[in-house]
């Protein structure tokens, strides 16, 4: 049977639209891609007590193969296609001369199990990459090993309760604010704490009297977004870390908007005793699909001796591994942590510079406050107050002519965009979080300013072309509940 005949589909040559079979309606029986030398060692059966069921691969071609992800690569989008204002994730171009960096040979091929006297290259770029980041932070002491912003905060969370188990006693506690990132709650859960709400005021602030009332010497500390998930910051963090350092407790910096702040905080200066990078927002490497990503960890002076092992020293001229370290929380990943970031963020930094690096938080606020300037008299604005690298909307003024967030999310896809961060924060409802970073010039945030109000039109006008978006796509507005929750990871047995 054709491939035609078992999906009802011809091969498109609309665009880059291209229809496309599963590689099991592709394959043909004796089909190879690659040839293989004759084997000249005798046969000899297998216990069959070894052997499971028959894996039902087909028979494919090299060119087969190829072509197939080829054309499912056409149909992504990406920040090297167009405009990706994912709020909270910073989905900003990175430029090509950091992968260049990355693919190095030299860098590249450079076994993880090199003893350090043959790597002094790679362990020097570590080095000097732990120390631009206690620069940038104001922070005394870095780990690069956390593989991700989530795991960032875990390797904080387990540097807290070393922390406290090493002063004589445990605590059971931590305030979380509902301005943090979602994954915080679990990630202080992880290590045995409870997570307390603390809710923000109607400026969207934390309120330090609330913080002086909830904290108590049971409490490990308080885990901070900042700018906070509202993209707004917050203005009276000494104050609060004043009251959290009274009662004993530490203060954590989930640090994953820092592409608003570079260059203009000092984290050590704000009362931030633990804080993660995601290099993979700020530090230029692309991370749609879910990784690979980087979460180093900043601390104070007080903290280094909890920081997870190996860290990266120098003694003279020369580099070594440190795994000497009794108090340290242990090894959080394996090796050096995901290399290829950290490569990333070292060439990003040094091709960017100290004023570089102002410069791009300045310009990712300055296009998140014109954004939300000029949509405001459209779209409903929660918190009418100077934002940081991203605005929050909400969908109050659409609910008359029942259209709703996704609604218009999906109708941005027609129009050529990936949609924003949607329903997050949750203290917005209907949230419609937006932000440009520093990468988008004026044309192209103007071109995207006069699309949304495109379709705030649409929505008091023609509102079925919003419920019934997207309408140019290769695929239609899914079952995004049905899709989560029982994803279809196999192929068809009758191939």
């Known amino acids: 049977m054709s491939t035609i005949e078992k999906t009802g589909e011809s091969l498109g040559t609309g665009g880059l639209i291209l229809n496309e079979p599963l590689l099991w309606h592709k394959g043909k029986k004796g089909r190879i891609g690659m040839s293989i030398p004759e084997s000249d060692v005798p046969a000899a059966a297998i216990d069959e007590a070894l052997l499971g069921a028959p894996v039902d691969f087909p028979d494919l071609s090299e060119v087969d193969v190829v072509r197939h992800y080829t054309r499912l690569s056409q149909w992504n989008f990406g920040v090297d296609t167009g405009m990706y204002p994912l709020g909270s994730c910073t989905m900003k171009y990175n430029p090509k001369t950091n992968e260049r960096q990355a693919a190095t040979p030299a860098i590249a091929s450079a076994h993880p199990m090199l003893a350090d006297e043959l790597c002094q290259g790679t362990l020097r770029l570590l080095h000097e990459l732990q120390q631009f980041l206690a620069i940038i932070t104001g922070l005394d002491a870095v780990s690069l090993q956390p593989a991700a912003g989530a795991h960032g905060e875990l390797t904080g969370m387990l540097i807290f309760h070393a922390y406290h188990r090493s002063r004589g006693g445990q605590r059971h506690k931590i305030l979380i604010p509902d301005t943090a990132h979602g994954t915080n709650p679990a990630s202080a859960a992880l290590c045995g704490y409870k997570a307390v709400p603390v809710k923000s005021d109607d400026q969207g602030m934390l309120d330090p009297a609330l913080v002086a009332s909830l904290m108590d010497e049971d409490t490990a500390g308080i885990m901070l977004t900042n700018p906070n998930t509202l993209g707004l910051f917050e203005e009276r963090i000494r104050e609060i870390a004043e009251i959290v350092h009274a009662k004993g407790g530490l203060v954590y910096g989930d640090g994953a908007n820092m592409n608003a702040v570079l260059g203009v905080i000092d984290a050590g200066r704000c009362g931030i005793d633990v804080l993660h990078l995601n290099l993979h927002k700020t530090f230029s490497t692309p991370h749609g699909g879910g990784g690979p990503g980087a979460g180093p960890v900043c601390v104070t002076r007080e903290l280094e001796p909890f920081l997870p092992v190996p860290r990266v020293v120098k003694e003279g001229e020369h580099y070594r591994l440190d795994s000497d370290r009794p108090l340290s929380v242990g090894r959080v990943h394996a090796f050096h ?60 003024n659409q609910q008359e002519r029942k259209i709703t967030t996704l609604d218009m999310a999906k109708r941005l896809i027609d129009y050529g965009y990936h949609p924003p961060t949607i329903y997050f924060p949750l203290v917005v409802h209907g949230a419609l979080m937006i932000e440009p970073t520093e990468t988008e010039c004026k044309d192209d945030i103007d071109q995207f300013i006069a699309t949304l109000r495109t379709i705030v039109r649409e929505a008091a006008e023609q509102p079925d072309l919003l419920r019934q978006a997207p309408q140019r796509t290769k695929v239609r507005r899914l079952d995004e509940v049905q899709a989560a929750r029982c994803p279809c990871l196999v192929g068809p047995s009758d191939n």
């Not at 990333?344 to 040094?350: F, G, K, T, V």
């Open 337 to 396: 942590g995901n290399y290829g970031v950290l490569v990333r963020a070292y060439s990003y930094i040094l091709t960017m510079g100290e004023a570089g690096l102002k410069r791009a938080s300045q310009l990712a606020v300055l296009n998140a406050n014109y954004i939300k300037e000029q949509l405001k008299d459209v779209l409903h604005l929660p918190y009418d107050r100077p934002c940081m690298h991203e605005c929050v909307f909400s969908d109050r």
